[in-house]
């Protein structure tokens, strides 16, 4: 059995990653793999959160445990422990850090709607929200995309600045600019990923700055929360979901909805687009994520296999 | 973090063990625990089960895998992991192998069975199933008795003598008979604990050779599977649960009620008694666990301390 901490996992090839997303949106199509609802555990003000998957080779949990509190011990609020198993014997394979798993394969869902959603052209994007899950996302969009200059907006300052120091080192030729709002970034930007958890739109938009721009909204995982303002939905020529739950999940679909600014119908399953070769030219396009068990077993298993090849973990003798 | 494989929990101080599962039984009659519903997960002909569990200080994840063909290729059809976390700060503390866990933990419900139910001065006893339960049993019910005599049936005879040596080894001093049939065990022993999976009574019983002794049921952890004869129930001067859910999980309470030979009001929670020094010396005793994942939270997390104490186990870099 191998161990994979966040270092480990953060070493991997952002193209195997990438790859194991892909083939997790080519499952949903085939249906070739079996995710239970997760399971939901309230303990005081916690959360523990249990995301089985099986497919065909390997099955999968990945445990996320929520401590809102643990921050002002200067620790994490949130933990992850993925156990990726083989599906045929039944006998585990590898423990790994869950949450570099989660950061990994959300940087993936942003990077693959940025190949398939955005002109090869572009060449100024946006990022609001320098978490974890932010910088994850910079990292796939410029895997993915010749960027020339890229904007960074945190409410935190600091954080900001702390981010585009961090990729500086990792893209050096990239000019970074932190934005003073929001709003600004949005207009500067071909196009705009949130990976934030607010609960009311980032901006306020005019038709004008949003028509031909790509907009991806990571972060809203709970219908209370809304990153992006209900025009861009409204104006948007495309609207994609990784899952069709997020009508339900997240703020950034079921708010649209509910305000009848979008008709369900509308909205439709991002796993499709893997299967054309259309081109979004001039189009203005919205693509939500709100993530799935599946990406994060394809994710492990590319992962473990890649560790074992290269001899990269730690062997437990289990 | 730590992880513990099977041989450092293998190594483990009894006494610990056996106090941490007491200390479960304590929480359960205060109610200073958080125990959801487990999740039961079906794909194809396997089954994973994921049984979460919160107390004051820890929080506990056991995920246990059940595939019933891997047996034929080799490899154990039961397959575990334990994941240990503090439930302050919310970060996890530990990875233990799961089927070592529950060997353990098991093991001690039945010696807290043998040190709360039977008289002091038996000498005689039966072990029904040698399979890893019922050495787990063995060892626990050594631990808590002089045992002068040890019989020990399985259907397979190998398995039987397999067990014995091993014993013979831990525990030189003590006689072990193989028993041609499970009534023979049953005959010669003063408190007999069955570790089987059958789906029928193992045994038939007249009321004489019942009389006064200890029945410790283990196995049937399913409505259709029953190891001992309803007229052991029927017979018994006390009849214990580890939890009252056995009534609706194990065949050896659900199928007696449904026969009407025992009345609900007779079946007793196995905690009541750790609080009365109450002597159960010529009595017809039984008793039936089920389990449940407040053994394996304060199991775990005895091990954990003790683990970290004694410097056993590896360390991970999470």
Redesign the interface.
């Known amino acids: 059995m191998l161990?994979l901490?966040?270092?480990a996992i953060g070493q991997m090839d952002q193209d195997v990653i990438q790859k194991a997303v892909k083939k997790a949106y080519q499952l949903v199509l085939t249906q070739h793999y079996?995710m239970?609802d997760r399971?939901h555990?309230a303990?005081q003000q916690?959360t523990?959160l249990?995301m089985?998957c099986?497919s065909e080779k390997f099955?999968a949990?990945k445990?996320v445990?929520?401590?809102p509190e643990?921050r002002q011990?200067g620790?994490?609020?949130v933990?992850g422990?993925m156990?990726l198993?083989d599906?045929v014997?039944?006998?585990?394979l590898a423990?790994m850090?869950g949450a570099a798993i989660t950061a990994q394969r959300t940087g993936a869902v942003g990077g693959l709607a940025v190949k398939f959603l955005t002109p090869e052209s572009i060449q100024t994007a946006g990022v609001l929200g320098a978490g974890v899950q932010g910088l994850s996302q910079a990292r796939y969009l410029l895997f993915n995309r010749k960027i020339k200059t890229l904007y960074i907006y945190d409410l935190n300052q600091d954080a900001a600045m702390g981010m585009i120091n961090t990729l500086k080192r990792e893209f050096p030729k990239i000019e970074y600019m932190a934005a003073k709002t929001p709003k600004q970034l949005v207009e500067k930007s071909c196009v705009i990923i949130a990976a934030t958890t607010s609960k009311r739109p980032l901006f306020e938009a005019s038709p004008d700055f949003i028509s031909g721009k790509t907009f991806i909204s990571i972060g809203s995982f709970r219908p209370d929360m809304q990153e992006f303002p209900n025009i861009v939905i409204k104006r948007a020529d495309n609207v994609f979901v990784d899952t069709l739950f997020a009508a339900k999940e997240s703020g950034d679909i079921a708010i649209p909805l509910m305000d009848n600014v979008i008709a369900k119908e509308k909205i439709k399953e991002f796993a499709e687009v893997l299967e054309q070769s259309k081109i979004f030219e001039n189009k203005t396009v919205f693509f939500k994520s709100v993530g799935m068990a599946l990406f994060d077993l394809t994710t492990a298993a590319a992962i473990y296999q890649l560790a074992v090849e290269k001899n990269i973990g730690?062997i437990?003798?289990?």
Chains 1, 2 share one sequence.
């Open positions: 161990f901490n966040k270092y079996n239970p399971m555990v303990d916690n523990l249990l089985p099986f099955f949990t445990l445990s929520v401590f643990a011990h620790q994490p609020a933990n422990v156990v198993s599906n014997s039944g006998q585990p423990i850090d730690q437990l003798d289990f």
